[in-house]
């Protein structure tokens, strides 16, 4: 029983944190074709949040509810600044969208590692986050619970913008046709700022998360980033149940991979699993029909 | 008068080759110390990998973010061979390594005992790039995934393979990657003049790659890789299959780079997952998009300038060399986006369009 249960739980909280990262990348990919490789800066941003927010809020109980969300603005805040600064001078060219923002992340690690230094900093975690629970006598950390718990709000509050509010409905406009959106009345400007924060704002949340079960680092944000698009890529564009499946399949699958061989093997045989996946399913696993030529 | 000028616009980028090649071949030994002129052997590593960068890339419109891994696969046939020459030289036909000794069970593991021969390892440097970008390449190009999704699966690749070389540390050395190297097949590694040989042999395969390169940009297949990426969907309607087309860039590209890597290893007697990675992979992307994708001399000038830059700013500013990495990314993307060795020809359109207008 333990040599199933114990990947798959620990796989699943890892596809939670891989999901939080993919959410905000599809998004802006879907959306504006933009590709950010600064995401996972983003990611270390909400960590430092974290680190930062326990400086100041030294009751470590209340200051993970503290961070969460100021990671979410301070991480939001610097996508928007991403934003205004460099992406909004080059839409349409998403491949250079990928190399401008290889530079930014390049630029954000160093500034980490000159302000924090290159060594991580301990995030201590909350009494209430410490212990495990029982599953079939696997002890499964409150931490990684909490991860999945986080996932899921975020998944939620995503799905719920994108639905009830104007905004959302804007949103959903500008993806399905962005022309023509802009012809109905609909400021694509405005709606891709509001995207660029709310989705570099999630992986600020994502952020405090690992930043919980790893603590902080400069490099945090590439470890995640590559299999955060591996995930954006397997669940196909601008679909959020793509992204959650991607999400969790990628997190479980290399679970179980590092268990039986090891976690580099495991890192090799999940691309080539993703390059086989693309096989099948070009496009990802869900994708918006469309009839334009590429 | 025309006809001249036709002449020198088809034979212009050549004389442009010749001149590299005089500037590399005669006067940089002339006047550079063996140890700058080492360096400069680097970066014309870097530079042939660049070519291929600028045809798949500049040309063929695939964004190659993993170019490391072919750097790599190159650089680690022609480092195991070293290895293993630098091993008999001292030990006997049956030597191995002294890492493998140092690691543990002093066994060689089978795969690397064809490296003992020189013949093979020349092989195995075009053979094995090319067979894995054309398996890689079939798969991706058929299905039809290009563009973001193409750039981050090959990124992904390059992650994967440096982990995997450090995971392997009993096989490949690990973090530490293959280093000390005494021999090149059978000429002395510590004699200069036998440096300056490396050295020449890496500056005339750059310019032959040019050449290459400059021929193929002039056939009909140059025109269709162009038409491909300007317009995918409209070759196929044409008749043609984008995917073969890709595909052959794809493997010239993956095979260019190998050979870059194989001169690097002895070059500068190391190779290390840092010299393949994802970062490795994208200084090589950096050379190219500075001095110009889709120029035939871009690529190579960009990733010499580069290569200067990185040498110069990490001995002058060590831990600020990142800052202007990242700095030139945004700055040559933004404002440069065919990189700066077009800026010439996007001035004089600018005033021939204000000329007529």
């Given at each position: 029983m333990d040599a199933f249960t114990t990947p798959l739980l620990a796989g699943t909280a890892t596809g939670a944190l891989l999901l939080i990262a993919a959410l905000g990348l599809a998004l802006t990919f879907g959306q504006m074709g933009v590709i950010n490789m600064a995401h996972g800066e983003f990611l270390m941003a909400g960590a430092y949040t974290a680190y930062l927010t326990q400086q100041v809020v030294t009751n470590a109980d209340l200051s993970i509810l503290v961070a969460l969300p100021v990671a979410f603005v301070v991480a939001g805040l610097l996508g928007l600044l991403l934003e205004v600064a460099i992406i909004s001078w080059m839409y349409r060219r998403p491949l250079d969208t990928l190399l401008v923002t290889v530079g930014v992340s390049l630029l954000l690690q160093q500034l980490a590692k000159d302000v924090f230094g290159a060594q991580g900093d301990p995030v201590r975690t909350p009494g209430w986050l410490e212990g495990n629970v029982d599953v079939f006598g696997y002890h499964w950390p409150y931490r990684q619970m909490f991860t999945i718990l986080l996932a899921l709000l975020a998944l939620a509050g995503l799905g719920a913008l994108l639905k009830y509010t104007a905004y959302g409905r804007r949103i959903r406009a500008t993806v399905q046709n962005r022309d023509l959106a802009e012809t109905m009345g609909v400021s694509t400007r405005a709606v891709d700022r509001v995207t660029f924060f709310v989705g570099s704002g999630l992986a600020g949340i994502g952020g405090v998360a690992v930043a919980l079960i790893s603590g902080t680092n400069p490099n945090l944000g590439t470890t995640y980033i590559i299999s955060a698009f591996l995930v954006v890529v397997a669940g196909g564009l601008g679909q959020l149940r793509g992204t959650v499946i991607a999400a969790f399949a990628v997190g479980i699958v290399t679970a179980f991979l590092t268990d039986w061989l090891s976690s580099s093997m495991a890192q090799v045989l999940t691309f080539a699993l993703v390059v086989i996946f693309l096989q099948a399913r070009p496009q990802g696993l869900f994708t918006v029909r469309t009839r334009g030529l590429a | 008068m025309t006809v001249l000028l036709k002449h020198a616009r088809s034979w212009g980028p050549l004389l442009a080759i010749a001149v590299l090649a005089v500037v590399l071949l005669v006067v940089a030994p002339a006047v550079l110390s063996p140890f700058r002129l080492n360096n400069l052997g680097k970066y014309v590593c870097w530079a042939i990998a660049g070519v291929g960068i600028g045809l798949a890339?500049?040309?063929?419109?695939?964004?190659?973010?993993?170019q490391g891994v072919f750097f790599g696969l190159g650089g680690y046939a022609m480092a195991m061979h070293l290895k293993l020459e630098a091993a008999m030289a001292s030990g006997g036909p049956d030597a191995i390594p002294d890492f493998m000794v140092l690691y543990g069970d002093a066994t060689m593991p089978g795969?690397?005992?064809?490296?003992?021969?020189g013949a093979f390892t020349l092989f195995a440097i075009v053979a094995v790039p090319a067979v894995a970008a054309a398996i890689l390449g079939y798969a991706i190009f058929k299905r039809r995934v290009k563009g973001a999704y193409f750039a981050i699966l090959t990124q992904a690749l390059a992650v994967a393979f440096a982990t995997l070389l450090i995971a392997t540390i009993k096989q490949?050395?690990?973090?530490?990657?293959?280093n000390q190297f005494t021999q090149f097949f059978g000429y002395n590694l510590y004699d200069p003049v036998n440096k300056k040989m490396i050295y020449s042999i890496a500056a005339i395969v750059l310019i032959a790659c040019l050449v290459v390169v400059w021929q193929l940009y002039r056939s009909r297949f140059g025109e269709l890789l162009v038409a491909v990426r300007d317009g995918e969907e409209r070759v196929r309607f044409l008749g043609h299959d984008p995917a073969n087309i890709k595909l052959v860039a794809f493997v010239l590209a993956a095979v260019m780079a190998s050979i870059g890597g194989a001169l690097f290893a002895p070059i500068t007697g190391i190779i290390s997952p840092s010299d393949v990675d994802a970062t490795a992979s994208i200084l090589l992307i950096a050379g190219v998009a500075l001095g110009g994708?889709?120029?035939?001399l871009g690529p190579a000038l960009g990733a010499l300038a580069v290569g200067y830059g990185r040498t110069y700013l990490s001995e002058s500013f060590p831990d600020q060399w990142t800052y202007f990495l990242g700095l030139l990314f945004i700055v040559v993307i933004l404002f440069f986006p065919s990189g700066l060795g077009s800026v010439w020809s996007q001035v004089t359109s600018r005033l021939r369009k204000e000329g007529t207008a």
């Open positions: - | 890339w500049g040309r063929g419109g695939m964004l190659v973010m993993g795969w690397w005992e064809p490296f003992r021969s490949t050395g690990g973090f530490n990657g293959l994708r889709a120029l035939l």
